[in-house]
């Protein structure tokens, strides 16, 4: 069966320091990769998503990047923190194909302070 | 372009009531609608999905759905409510173009059961 990780679970960080985010996923292979910020417990934002190695589109301009080093592996990071980017962020993959539901990790927990 | 909307930012029921939490979306073309549920502090959990056939569709802890192509509504439904069920739900839909898999998400309705 198919599991996703995100870690680390939560994570307070100062502004203007840098951040990294990781999430890997196991038992498929070539899943599009997802990453969303969820902000004050309602809508989701999608900011990157993947459709293969190397592939990074951006939905959003900002504070962020993202990168797909390995097939199942996918990294947000920020060189320099602001206050706004504190939230809830969730990854997510799906497999190719019309109508096909994502599968959501656990999420990681950032404040910046 | 495609969206949808969750008209109701909370929605409240008495535990062993009928619940409904509703949505409505637009898209040009076939529309492929989906259904999560959120608890607290957790990621999205996938209930169930239309993508095409019976409009009634089936999904996980007795949760069901009704697509209706004239009302373009999918609304989420469970014949009796639990305390359990108390979360936060979203109803989406594909974007439009390729296989990237990308879903449009309402902004989300909090179902409150009360005992």
């Known amino acids: 069966s198919q599991t996703i990780h995100q870690w680390p679970a939560t994570l307070v960080q100062p502004v203007g320091s840098p951040l990294s985010l990781e999430c890997t996923v196991e038992g498929t292979s070539n899943p599009n990769l997802y990453w969303y910020r969820q902000a004050a417990g309602r809508g989701l934002q999608l900011l990157f998503y993947s459709v293969g190695i190397g592939q990074i589109s951006s939905e959003v301009p900002q504070n962020l990047s993202a990168s797909r080093p390995q097939d199942r592996q996918f990294i947000l990071s920020s060189k320099k923190l602001l206050l706004s980017d504190s939230g809830f962020y969730l990854c997510?993959?799906?497999?190719?194909?019309?109508?096909?539901?994502?599968?959501f990790g656990p999420g990681t927990r950032l404040t910046v302070t | 372009a495609q969206s949808v909307a969750q008209p109701e930012d909370q929605v409240n029921v008495a535990e062993g009531n009928p619940l409904t939490v509703k949505c409505t979306y637009s898209v040009s073309g076939n529309p492929y609608l989906f259904w999560y549920v959120q608890y607290p502090n957790r990621g999205l959990q996938f209930l169930l999905k239309y993508i095409t056939g019976d409009n009634l569709v089936k999904g996980s802890y007795g949760f069901e759905a009704e697509f209706n192509k004239s009302q373009t509504s999918f609304h989420l439904k469970k014949p009796s409510a639990l305390v359990s069920d108390s979360a936060l739900y979203f109803c989406a839909v594909r974007a439009p173009g390729g296989n990237t898999g990308k879903l449009i998400f309402g902004q989300g309705t909090t179902l409150q059961v009360k005992p």
């Open positions: 997510a993959w799906s497999v190719s194909g019309r109508g096909m539901q994502q599968y």
